[in-house]
């Protein structure tokens, strides 16, 4: 019976976990096209690498919404997938793709690169810095000197040098062949029939649970609106 009610209680969080994230996508995108194309390239790229698909769509989302009038849309695919790929190479956690997407999302929010958010992913073993600076000096062609100056004036744009950075990073996760090797562990297999779970949830979620959880919370707040004293 506990095992049952655990069970339940997961399809119900786990279910609304993605319902909010494919709603924060369909809010960022342009519109049902876009929001198509943005699902589809979550749940592709999410499985490929073995990465949490509501967290993958959860950044994606909130990285095309701070992104918007400042990067072209395939950019920002282009853009997860370079993270992506090196996250996964490197046995990132969900904890730390979570927060290396974010950081990213604060660059693009502030307008600027600052050692604050180079330092969160750093935390979570991401070399930002150095790929950064390089990103920026071919981008921008300064040197090292060059580069430290447009750094202080704030000058360095994330933006610019998204896609050069991306492919940069495909090129670190792809080195030795690391990437392909870890995408036979267990630990991507794993996360791959985490992410079936989520769908599986969602599905029974959309299937009449959730209309129905509606109406059972709805009518218990009335009886407690009746009984308050």
Do not use: W
Not at 19 to 42: H, P, R
């Amino acid at each position: 019976m506990v095992s049952t009610g655990f069970a339940a209680k997961e399809v119900v969080q786990r279910g609304r976990e993605m319902t909010k994230m494919n709603n924060i996508l369909l809010m960022a995108s342009s519109g049902q096209e876009q929001y198509a194309e943005a699902l589809q390239f979550v749940n592709k790229e999410s499985h490929r690498l073995g990465q949490s698909t509501q967290e993958m769509g959860m950044a994606f989302g909130k990285v095309l919404q701070s992104a918007r009038g400042k990067m072209k849309y395939e950019d920002i695919e282009k853009v997860f997938t370079g993270f992506g790929e090196l996250m996964t190479a490197m046995g990132s956690n969900v904890e730390d793709q979570k927060g290396i997407y974010r950081a990213f999302g604060q660059m693009l929010t502030k307008g600027k690169i600052e050692a604050e958010e180079e330092g969160q992913m750093a935390e979570r073993g991401l070399p930002a810095k150095e790929l950064i600076k390089q990103s920026a000096m071919e981008v921008y062609g300064v040197d090292s000197v060059g580069y430290e100056k447009m750094r202080q004036k704030g000058a360095v744009k994330v933006e610019d040098i998204a896609v050069n950075l991306s492919e940069r990073m495909r090129v670190m996760a792809n080195n030795n062949d690391a990437l392909n090797k870890m995408l036979q562990t267990s630990a991507v297999a794993q996360q791959r029939f985490m992410n079936a779970i989520d769908k599986l949830a969602q599905t029974i979620m959309q299937s009449g649970l959730d209309k129905a959880l509606f109406y059972v919370f709805s009518g218990m707040a009335k009886i407690l609106e009746i009984i308050e004293p």
